[in-house]
């Protein structure tokens, strides 16, 4: 079905359940509970796990298939954000012509650095890469500022032309990026007892886009031009000696990843119409490699596993600060309770990257699959083999 074959087709229902019930499975506990602080399921955060996802299962085309890992990505991110919101500005606010846009903006992008980064390999491909992301990153911020709105970014104003759109509603306000009439902050919400569910019209365009894009790399993963890619990471110096030309395979690959990383983008600005050059910073780019190898490079799902985690600790792990922890331990004596919130505080809320930095250093140590050979390891665990009746020695069950 679809071109897959059956442990694939699992996989991809697997992500299209997970996304499309993910108001119900990132809410957990009921409104009001104490527990509440840890759902996720509220629309910029839903958001933001299929947006990255997006944007890690492209890297991960480039970094697990072909070995090459890029510390410049971010650059295009924000090329398709800036793409997008001049669509917007210029056209109209329907997010699908500023979607493709940004695919197609990004996708010349990368063409470009690609072509001339992929004269090197190894560190000195990521050095390249780094140094053309800073330099987006510099001219962003500073030298294209008509362009890019320099310090405080591109955004929509009341004067914008807009061909085929209103610059302005009928109540004096600035539209908002639509998808044929439908809003992409438009949300309804379901009250199930103490529990409250939102359905918000961005989160499932993006998640229909994620699950497109994770379908794609999976015929991407099991196609020869896949093949060819593994190839080139297991060892590029064998296949050049057998007539092969290598470069297009990388360049393909590149420019496919920085289309991904486009798309995220323009997903970005049309859940937001606001493109600022932090997109283009280094930190940026280092993130999405955090995602990737945490989740598993070089595996299917776990790059989403691992944008899932990162953006999880950013926006819910990073809120727990010393009333709450005074709150979880006041049921003991004054002097354990404080001596316990002392010892913790470093790890949450603001230190919330060291707690993933220790994290990151024991999934590199002991589980260099990621989070994807953790689960395997679980399940293996649980798996309990039956024992063979025709082996010797092997204990017959009673009849």
Do not use: C
Not at 134 to 156: D, K
Not at 228 to 246: D, E
Request: hydrophobic share 50%; proline share 5%; charged share 10%.
């Amino acid at each position: 079905m679809l071109g897959l074959e059956k442990k694939d087709l699992r996989l991809l229902l697997v992500v299209v359940a997970l996304t499309m019930l993910a108001p119900f499975i990132l809410n957990p506990f009921p409104e009001g509970s104490e527990l509440a602080q840890f759902n996720a399921g509220y629309p910029d955060l839903m958001q933001r796990f299929v947006i990255f996802g997006i944007f890690a299962i492209g890297f991960n085309i480039l970094f697990g298939l072909t070995g090459y890992l890029s510390f410049g990505h971010a650059a295009f991110l924000g090329a398709g954000s800036y793409a997008a919101v001049w669509m917007f500005k210029l056209l109209s606010m329907n997010v699908i012509p500023a979607i493709l846009l940004s695919v197609v903006i990004a996708g010349l992008f990368s063409l470009i650095i690609g072509f001339i980064s992929l004269r090197r390999s190894g560190i000195y491909f990521s050095i390249l890469t780094l140094a053309f992301a800073q330099m987006s990153f510099a001219l962003a911020y500073s030298v294209l500022t008509p362009i890019t709105g320099g310090e405080t970014g591109l955004q929509l104003a009341m004067n914008d032309p807009r061909v085929l759109g209103a610059s302005q509603t009928a109540s004096g306000n600035i539209p908002v990026p639509s998808l044929f009439g439908l809003e992409m902050r438009s949300s309804y919400q379901l009250e199930l007892g103490n529990w409250l569910f939102t359905f918000n019209v961005g989160y499932y365009l993006a998640a229909v886009l994620m699950i497109l894009a994770f379908y794609l790399a999976i015929r991407i993963f099991r196609s020869p031009f896949g093949m060819m890619l593994r190839a080139i990471k297991s060892n590029q110096t064998r296949m050049s000696y057998t007539g092969l030309n290598a470069r297009p395979y990388t360049l393909a690959a590149f420019v496919i990843s920085g289309m991904y990383a486009g798309l995220a983008g323009g997903l970005m600005a049309s859940m937001d119409p606001l493109a600022g050059a932090e997109r283009m910073q280094w930190t940026a780019s280092g993130e999405v490699v955090l995602m990737t190898i945490l989740g598993g490079a070089g595996t299917l799902i776990g790059p989403v596993l691992g944008a899932g985690m990162i953006k999880y600790f950013e926006n819910i792990f990073s809120k727990i600060n010393d009333q709450v922890l005074h709150s979880w331990f006041a049921f003991l004596p004054d002097g354990i309770e404080n001596f316990l919130v002392t010892v913790i505080h470093p790890f949450v809320g603001k230190g919330w990257h060291l707690t993933l930095g220790i994290i990151f250093m024991l999934v590199v140590i002991f589980l260099p699959g990621g989070l994807v050979q953790g689960g395997q390891k679980i399940a293996a665990a649980f798996r309990r083999k039956k024992p063979d009746a025709n082996k010797p020695g092997a204990t017959k069950p009673a009849e």
